[in-house]
């Protein structure tokens, strides 16, 4: 294990990217399940999902950031018919079991998910092209990916994006409070139905450039939606259920965590830092960094 | 509606002779190598339901759980050359162990904590057997095992008999849960934990005992797999199948009862034996899955329940 | 009289925010005790501290001698702590009588046929003793209501804790509700009240104390509560 300044400089710097990336991929969850408070465990399955369907924009020979602005719409439309299917028949039903089963739902369209892109796909990977994949720039003795400075450009600007809304548009504003207190929001004449509704398509659509940003980073495999259940719900806890803004720090917590250890010990113990840092959380400080 | 224990016990008792009457019959071979399956699938269902038809905790983590019992029954017969049923306890025992680890970490928190909990288990658990060459590594292992004991035919015989008097055990362990003291404050919790701890309830101790049994269960269920197989690997131990197999057929079968992760077992595992030769793994996992789905959605009482609302409307 | 119940220095924050700030009370064994305060003021949160489902960041909580504070809810309630849920939290999938044998099993101990006999002499007393068979799910408002009272004395509480009991129920209900309270109260169980439908307080109550942004602003007889100037302010606004 050769350990130098310079490798851990350059770990850390690829962490950076790397964590802008996962708070990208992380958003939609922040949303439906830091502010909705949905058992949202399909979030990464819908984003494996998204990242193919880049894939198949791009063997018709469009550019993968392109395929993800194309496809927010229809995934912003799936995600509200998603949460339509969800409310009226777990929300509304409630019940003692409507958590299990609400949970048992979304594990069972993850495994629907997987399976099916392995029945189309198969389990081999698959990747695009672009002219930002695959050169680095070169700055000094250090080379950066400029897949990995797209992939983090497209998160920043997203973040930013959607923190905005969510703070200075009324319905942005409704979604924000929808999580707290419904009965206020009823009074000031906005169906929360309608508001969970929106911001669930929100989610989801954001999920779609998220897709789109994870095929550019790297070629993609169907199993990859039960790895990143650990690192979205990571950098969910981690910020804070609730806290946009906290994602950002929490994905760049994650990033370079994962960076270092991969460095000192190899890409088979990567995964283990999602979710062990999740764990560690959960069980210091369940509130996380910025939780209400 | 609780059936009698002179009842239950004899019908039992009934089942368990005839299955072991049969492995010393001239049926073909094959029969108990499916058969070995389902009745596996009997005990794992059986041992879900009692963390997750019990006390509403879902466990998405089963193969990290069986295949805990696997390895740790390898470890007995590479290390120690243990007889099967020295294998099948000690696998039990540190799976056990797992869950109530996994209890203690995550149960205090919210349901949804817990299932990602035992998610990453999985992971957690498949890394350190992929770097442990003791086990074979990503690579696998092959096992010479030894011949058949108790006067049985064949080792496949053999093991179908055993699992049958887990199948027996498992369903009798969670039939007494259910109707205990336990099981009492288990409904209570499941249903709301917050009255649940205002009426005495000790939930976290309930949530644990629970977590444990389960594990425990889940780790005999998958003990006999590398005598099974004469094999063992990553690949094939935290197989998706498992996951959404031991889900569905207690959701299927129904919830909260002893008799419904038994129901969703014997139909659904049968089925897939039989579809298997027809069609891919794959598309047996989406077909599982896709069932999931729809029950969960239409009918969430599973079958029980169908036929309880039945017998109510026909009334 | 003994103080049964002995709140001290008390406080909770969430997060940024300031449920509790010092807190301080004493109830008396027998006593009733009503507990007002404006939407938001943390009457809920400090039933919570009470009864366990929260744990206070700083202060003591004594209940009957013991220290409790640190103790999780299932062990508060088996020294004597029982509530009600604002929201009632039936066993959904159990019946009115498999209800109360849960606190009867884990609290008293009792099972089998004498719980059975115990429970229906608690639904006998509220008025239920006629849907003890059915699923709680089916209930109305107020008998959910009742049944959450019942489910608390089938606890065997020397502390009761109902939190707001009547809300939204009609006139008569809410009659029948306070019926029985007093009479539980007769029996020597302490209770705590917390309500808004003002009547139900004022008539119930042998002392009021009033909560306002965490803090308590008055303490003293119903009728003086409600002509403090510090009260009158909480509720009304400047």
């Known amino acids: 294990m050769a350990f130098s300044l310079d490798l851990l400089f350059e770990a850390v710097l690829f962490g950076v990217l790397l964590g802008g990336f996962y708070a990208a991929v992380s958003l939609g969850l922040s949303v439906a399940f830091g502010l909705l408070d949905i058992p949202y465990v399909a979030h990464p399955a819908i984003l494996v999902f998204g990242a193919y369907c880049t894939y198949l924009l791009g063997t018709a020979g469009i550019d993968p950031i392109l395929a993800g602005l194309l496809l927010t719409p229809p995934f912003f439309l799936l995600g509200i018919l998603l949460y339509r299917f969800y409310y009226e028949t777990f929300e509304r039903r409630g019940g003692a079991e409507a958590g299990v089963r609400g949970l048992a739902f979304f594990f069972g369209v993850v495994f629907i998910v997987e399976v099916g892109l392995i029945l189309a796909f198969g389990v081999d990977q698959r990747g695009v092209q672009a002219p930002y994949i695959g050169s680095s720039l070169e700055i000094g003795e250090f080379r950066i990916p400029y897949r990995m400075l797209t992939a983090f450009g497209v998160a920043l600007l997203l973040t930013v994006v959607l923190t905005l809304y969510l703070s200075r548009t009324f319905t942005g504003r409704a979604i924000k409070a929808v999580g707290q207190d419904e009965g206020a929001l009823r009074l000031m004449g906005a169906d929360p139905v309608r508001i969970k509704q929106i911001a669930f398509g929100i989610a989801t659509g954001v999920n779609a450039l998220a897709g789109a940003v994870l095929i550019i980073v790297g070629p993609v495999e169907p199993s990859l939606d039960r790895l990143y259940i650990g690192r979205t719900f990571c950098v969910v806890v981690l910020a804070g259920l609730g806290s946009m803004s906290g994602t950002l720090v929490a994905g760049l917590i994650l990033g370079i965590t994962e960076s270092i250890v991969l460095m000192m010990l190899g890409a088979s113990w990567a995964p283990a830092v999602s979710f062990g840092l999740l764990l560690l959380v959960l069980g210091i400080r369940p509130q996380g960094l910025f939780g209400r | ?315 | ?238």
Request: charge should be neutral; aromatic fraction near 8%.
């Open chain 3, 1 to 238: 009289m003994e103080a049964i119940l002995e709140v001290s220095g008390v406080t909770k924050t969430f997060g940024g925010f300031t449920a509790l700030s010092d807190v301080s009370l004493s109830v008396s064994a027998g006593e009733r005790l009503g507990l007002i305060g404006p939407n938001g003021s943390g009457k809920t949160t400090l039933i919570n501290c009470i009864s366990g489902a929260l744990l206070n960041d700083s202060g003591s909580i004594r209940f009957a001698g013991h220290e409790v504070s640190r103790r999780a809810a299932h062990e508060r309630t088996r020294l004597g702590i029982a509530r009600s849920f604002q929201i009632p939290r039936p066993f959904r999938t159990m019946s009115v009588l498999e209800n109360l044998m849960v606190p009867l099993a884990y609290v008293g101990g009792v099972a089998g046929g004498r719980a059975r006999d115990e429970a229906m002499s608690i639904l006998d007393g509220m008025g239920l003793a006629a849907k003890a068979g059915v699923t709680s799910s089916q209930l109305s408002q107020v008998e959910l209501r009742k049944m959450e009272l019942a489910r608390a004395m089938a606890a065997s509480p020397k502390l009761l804790i109902s939190d707001e009991a009547m809300a939204g129920l009609a006139g008569a209900e809410v009659d029948e509700v306070l019926k029985i309270l007093f009479e539980l109260n007769a029996r020597g169980i302490t209770i705590i009240m917390i309500e808004h439908i003002m009547q139900a307080v004022m008539s119930f109550s042998q002392r009021v104390v009033c909560l306002d942004a965490g803090r308590i602003i008055c303490d003293g007889t119903p009728q003086a509560v409600v002509a403090n100037p510090d009260v009158q302010r909480a509720y009304l606004g400047d």
């Open chain 2, 1 to 315: 509606m609780p059936l009698s224990n002179t009842r239950f016990w004899t019908g039992a008792g009934i089942v368990l002779a005839a299955l072991v009457a049969m492995a010393f019959s001239g049926i073909n071979e094959y029969v108990f190598f499916a058969g070995f399956v389902v009745l596996q699938f009997v005990v794992l269902a059986s041992a879900w339901n009692i963390l997750g038809g019990y006390a509403g905790y879902v466990n998405f983590g089963v193969p990290a759980f069986v295949a805990t019992g696997a390895y740790a029954a390898l470890v007995m017969f590479k290390g120690l050359g243990a007889p099967l049923v020295v294998q099948i306890v000690f696998g039990a025992f540190v799976a056990g162990v797992l869950g109530l680890l996994v209890g203690l970490l995550t149960l205090r928190l919210r349901g949804i904590f817990f299932s990602i909990a035992t998610v990453a288990v999985i992971f957690i658990l498949e890394t350190v057997v992929l770097n442990w060459r003791f086990v074979g590594g990503a690579s696998g292992l092959q096992l010479s095992r030894p011949g058949p004991s108790l006067g049985f035919e064949s080792y496949t015989r053999m093991l179908f008999a055993v699992m049958a008097v887990m199948a027996v055990a498992a369903v009798g362990i969670s039939r007494y849960l259910q109707h205990s003291h336990v099981g009492q404050g288990l409904r209570a919790l499941r249903d709301s934990e917050e009255a649940a701890e205002c009426s005495g309830v000790p939930t976290l101790r309930l949530k644990l005992i629970a977590c444990t049994v389960s594990g425990a269960l889940l780790g005999a269920g998958g003990a006999p797999m590398p005598m099974y197989l004469s094999f063992i690997e990553p690949a094939s131990s935290f197989n998706l199948s498992y996951a959404v197999s031991t889900l569905a057929m207690p959701i299927i079968g129904g919830l909260g009862h002893w008799a419904g992760p038994v129901i969703g077992a014997l139909l659904l595992g049968s089925l897939q034996q039989i579809v298997t030769v027809t069609i891919s793994s794959e598309l047996n996992v989406l077909v599982v899955g896709v069932l999931l789905v729809v029950f969960v959605v239409i009918a969430p009482e599973g079958i029980l329940g169908l036929v309880k609302s039945w017998k109510r409307s026909s009334k």
